[in-house]
């Protein structure tokens, strides 16, 4: 007799009939490879029962129901409650505290140009003083060049009559000197004529010569 | 000599069945549905008016990237109002994409056609009811035939524009979703397989169990780069779904 053994390896199913008699002596043999000495309702017995046994599975690019139902129902689910549910609230909060943000932004901007607008004012203040202060100090260098314009006058007058007098001093102690040194140039050219000539020359006319002279020497 | 067997490609993508009709995948689903929900009930319920942190945090960054990376990109300030379809849809895909990298569960449920083929059939259904209500009727023509389309040009056009709109994007919605999570669980189960085969393998060469630390830092990189790909196709899949529905309002498109 023989007992149909069916095994599978990947998609591949393979039928062996293993006689049983004699007890201890099992031979296998392979329906495709090796021509069986079977009667004809030998053979359909066995294929009938291999065909029996052989369950293949559902193939692996095929859509199960069941998992198209779980999987379809799962999101149809989920998308649902994040339509309704789960979307709203978290949108509500971020665009909540987007506000906020957008709120303070908007307050900061504010305080800002307020910062900005009270900085124009303390510069515009600054500008002023400092014209003043400038204007000021115009004033005050004016004041000051007139004062030493007046004072650089007085010293100036000043300068000018102690020179004059110090010029007049100086001229009169000039004619002075000259006089006496025309009185003593003209004796003693009087008495050097005298030793050249023997005779003593009109001192008046001796006094006019030198005075010439020395007028002439004194304009040279 | 070292034998690896790969196993059936449903024994990696089918699990025996919580009950009879509910398996790992429905788990999965549920189980982003509800931690979802928990997360943004959770965020809703904490001071709005101070700083965001932690979970409210979390929250708030993922409507600000819909509202400003997908929204604002694609439909313009008109389209804010569709930020809670677009979250649900971000999030419920990116959840369910998660679970592939998530030891113990490490199946991500959009690597089985259903669920991608559920989403991509209802955001057809929704850009075709967005453009029957803005367009009415003229929805249709102006879709098959876009204004400004030579009259030669139309039935060849309208028949681009039939397959293109209404048969293959919902298609390729889903085909991208699910090939992409499908390829990369398949990836990473492989490398997790040839890292424990080689560990194991009882031969002379001890060589070969030292090399098994090379797939298992692929599998590491593997996992890492499968964040990526996770949050990718969420995001993919969120603002071609915002694409479709912009388009769907205006008859220009």
Same mark, same amino acid.
């Given at each position: 007799?023989?007992?149909?053994?069916?095994?599978?390896?990947?998609?591949?199913?393979?039928?062996?009939?293993?006689?049983?008699?004699?007890?201890?002596?099992?031979?296998?043999?392979?329906?495709?490879?090796?021509?069986?000495?079977?009667?004809?309702?030998?053979?359909?017995?066995?294929?009938?029962?291999?065909?029996?046994?052989?369950?293949?599975?559902?193939?692996?690019?095929?859509?199960?129901?069941?998992?198209?139902?779980?999987?379809?129902?799962?999101?149809?689910?989920?998308?649902?409650?994040?339509?309704?549910?789960?979307?709203?609230?978290?949108?509500?909060?971020?665009?909540?505290?987007?506000?906020?943000?957008?709120?303070?932004?908007?307050?900061?901007?504010?305080?800002?140009?307020?910062?900005?607008?009270?900085?124009?004012?303390?510069?515009?203040?600054?500008?002023?003083?400092?014209?003043?202060?400038?204007?000021?100090?115009?004033?005050?260098?004016?004041?000051?060049?007139?004062?030493?314009?007046?004072?650089?006058?007085?010293?100036?007058?000043?300068?000018?009559?102690?020179?004059?007098?110090?010029?007049?001093?100086?001229?009169?102690?000039?004619?002075?000197?000259?006089?006496?040194?025309?009185?003593?140039?003209?004796?003693?050219?009087?008495?050097?004529?005298?030793?050249?000539?023997?005779?003593?020359?009109?001192?008046?006319?001796?006094?006019?010569?030198?005075?010439?002279?020395?007028?002439?020497?004194?304009?040279? | 000599?070292?034998?690896?067997?790969?196993?059936?490609?449903?024994?990696?993508?089918?699990?025996?069945?919580?009950?009879?009709?509910?398996?790992?995948?429905?788990?999965?689903?549920?189980?982003?549905?509800?931690?979802?929900?928990?997360?943004?009930?959770?965020?809703?319920?904490?001071?709005?008016?101070?700083?965001?942190?932690?979970?409210?945090?979390?929250?708030?960054?993922?409507?600000?990237?819909?509202?400003?990376?997908?929204?604002?990109?694609? #439909?313009?300030?008109?389209?804010?109002?569709?930020? &809670?379809?677009? @979250? $649900? /849809?971000? +999030?419920? !895909?990116?959840?369910?994409?998660?679970?592939?990298?998530?030891?113990?569960?490490? #199946?991500?449920?959009?690597?089985?056609?259903?669920? &991608?083929?559920? @989403? $991509? /059939?209802? +955001?057809? !259904?929704?850009?075709?009811?967005?453009?029957?209500?803005?367009?009415?009727?003229?929805?249709?023509?102006?879709?098959?035939?876009?204004?400004?389309?030579?009259?030669? /040009?139309?039935?060849?056009?309208?028949?681009?524009?039939?397959?293109?709109?209404?048969?293959?994007?919902?298609?390729?919605?889903?085909?991208?979703?699910?090939?992409?999570?499908?390829?990369?669980?398949?990836?990473?189960?492989?490398?997790?397989?040839?890292?424990?085969?080689?560990?194991?393998?009882?031969?002379?060469?001890?060589?070969?169990?030292?090399?098994?630390?090379?797939?298992?830092?692929?599998?590491?990189?593997?996992?890492?780069?499968?964040?990526?790909?996770?949050?990718?196709?969420?995001?993919?899949?969120?603002?071609?779904?915002?694409?479709?529905?912009?388009?769907?309002?205006?008859?220009?498109?």
């Amino acid at each position: 007799m023989l007992t149909a053994v069916v095994t599978q390896s990947g998609s591949a199913f393979t039928v062996h009939l293993v006689a049983t008699v004699p007890p201890n002596s099992t031979a296998e043999q392979t329906t495709s490879s090796e021509p069986m000495l079977l009667a004809a309702n030998e053979v359909a017995s066995v294929t009938a029962t291999a065909e029996e046994t052989i369950k293949p599975g559902p193939s692996p690019i095929a859509p199960e129901l069941k998992e198209v139902a779980w999987g379809g129902g799962s999101f149809v689910v989920f998308a649902v409650l994040m339509r309704f549910v789960l979307f709203p609230r978290l949108k509500k909060g971020m665009d909540a505290r987007y506000a906020g943000i957008r709120a303070d932004h908007e307050g900061a901007d504010a305080t800002r140009a307020e910062a900005k607008a009270e900085v124009a004012g303390y510069e515009a203040q600054l500008a002023g003083v400092k014209a003043e202060a400038a204007a000021h100090i115009d004033a005050a260098r004016q004041t000051l060049e007139a004062e030493r314009a007046a004072r650089l006058e007085v010293v100036g007058a000043e300068i000018a009559q102690h020179r004059a007098a110090a010029t007049a001093e100086n001229d009169a102690a000039r004619a002075a000197v000259q006089s006496q040194i025309e009185s003593a140039v003209a004796d003693v050219s009087g008495r050097a004529i005298e030793l050249a000539v023997g005779k003593r020359p009109d001192a008046t006319v001796v006094a006019r010569v030198v005075a010439d002279v020395m007028g002439a020497g004194v304009s040279r | 000599m070292l034998g690896l067997e790969f196993p059936p490609i449903n024994e990696i993508l089918r699990w025996q069945d919580v009950f009879s009709s509910f398996n790992k995948i429905a788990l999965i689903a549920v189980a982003a549905a509800v931690l979802g929900t928990v997360v943004f009930l959770l965020a809703g319920s904490k001071d709005a008016t101070v700083a965001p942190k932690g979970i409210r945090n979390l929250a708030e960054t993922s409507v600000e990237f819909i509202e400003d990376s997908v929204i604002m990109q694609t #439909m313009g300030k008109e389209g804010l109002g569709w930020t &809670p379809f677009l @979250l $649900s /849809l971000f +999030v419920f !895909i990116f959840l369910c994409n998660m679970t592939g990298i998530i030891p113990i569960l490490q #199946m991500p449920a959009t690597a089985r056609i259903a669920i &991608p083929l559920f @989403l $991509s /059939l209802l +955001v057809w !259904i929704v850009f075709i009811g967005t453009g029957l209500k803005h367009q009415k009727a003229r929805y249709f023509t102006n879709l098959l035939w876009p204004p400004g389309v030579p009259a030669a /040009l139309k039935p060849l056009v309208g028949l681009i524009e039939f397959f293109s709109t209404i048969i293959v994007r919902p298609l390729s919605l889903t085909v991208r979703l699910f090939a992409n999570m499908l390829a990369g669980h398949i990836l990473l189960v492989t490398f997790a397989l040839l890292s424990e085969a080689m560990f194991q393998a009882k031969t002379h060469v001890p060589l070969l169990n030292i090399g098994g630390v090379l797939p298992f830092f692929m599998l590491v990189f593997l996992t890492a780069f499968e964040v990526l790909v996770v949050f990718l196709q969420a995001y993919i899949f969120t603002i071609l779904t915002a694409v479709y529905i912009g388009s769907s309002t205006h008859a220009e498109h």
